[in-house]
């Protein structure tokens, strides 16, 4: 079964453009009829010349990472519905080897659980909880209250216009207790509040926000601690590394413990780029977290390495596509490969200086075919943000965090 799958994926799965039949798109072939990704071939830069193409890293006994960090934090991933299903077995496969904790990266979401009201669909979410508990991995909930991924129903009334305060609190309990009455304490943590800071620290506008108050992040934990007693709550947002938005989240746990109700952990993202946080911003955040005595939890773990004008994780901030800021479809130049792996263990050499306050990190994706980051901020780009790639391969940045966990 998995050379059918080889013969069949390949091409796309090394490449991540989805322009082959089988991968959902045109069967064309490069001239010459074979394609270089798969014959050790080169990649063009603008000036026409040619640099080889990186190969999978140098792991001679491809350590398992769950077991290479074993002493420092659990090792987390997101995974989607043909891997905790089983469809797709090889990176079913993958998942288990390597990781202890697992985070569903859509199936838990409101729009997906209750996408119409008092209607359950948990056909997804059981199949995600259940490979979790088959494999002996921690199952980490995404997401009780966010400004995206929310029907639309949520925010309305019987007529359409706005629900009330009480309403949509009364909704939100709901929610939450059914979730609690079919999962209950197998899921170790829950990521309460999505995103409600911006850069700034100011409360970003949303309906939450604009229905409820100022007060529906402490309304929503106070919730949380009553239904979920048994699972760490946290507070999860990108860019931490912003002295705004770090200062704001403090802020905000400090006053939620002050008002006696429970928020155990920060939940730093972490969608970065090759720049950005630099190492020290990183250090400053995770310090501030840990002097505040908030866990930690590393929670969207990847590191964008195309062009872009933003940075973050904000859906709504999105380019048109150009051909100038996907510059390796080809391959991944064997150069950007060695940068890319530098990046990755200098996050991770900070990350293992402050193991102490860590308790997790979760990489949002398995491969990188899979990463959302090939259709953000621009849709079709091909990417690499992630350690294993488009053949299920240990990357260079795979060795590099790796070689961090034995220092």
Known sequence: MLRSLFSRYAPCLLCGALTWTGCGGDSSLPPGGQDPRLTGGSSSSTTGAAEP??????????SMLKTAFEDHFAIGVALNNPVFSSVDEPRAALAAKHFNRTTAENAMKWSSIQPTEGEFAFESADAFVEFAEAHSMQVHGHVLVWHQQTPAWVFQNASGGAIDRDGLLARVEAHMNALAERYGSRIASWDVVNEAFEDSGALRATPWLEIIGSDYIEQVF?????????????YNDYSLYNTGKRDAAIAMAKALREAGVRIDAIGEQGHYNLTRPTTSELDAALTAFAAADLDILVTELDVDVLPRDTTGADLDDTMEPDPAIDPYVDCMPISMDQTIAARWSALFGVYVNHAASISSITFWGLDDSQSWLNNFPVRGRTNYPLLFNRLLQPKSAYASVVREAEL
């Open 53 to 62: 193409c990186a190969q999978p890293g140098d792991v001679a006994d491809e």
């Open 222 to 234: 106070a919730m949380a601690d009553r239904i979920f007693p048994d699972a760490k709550l946290v």
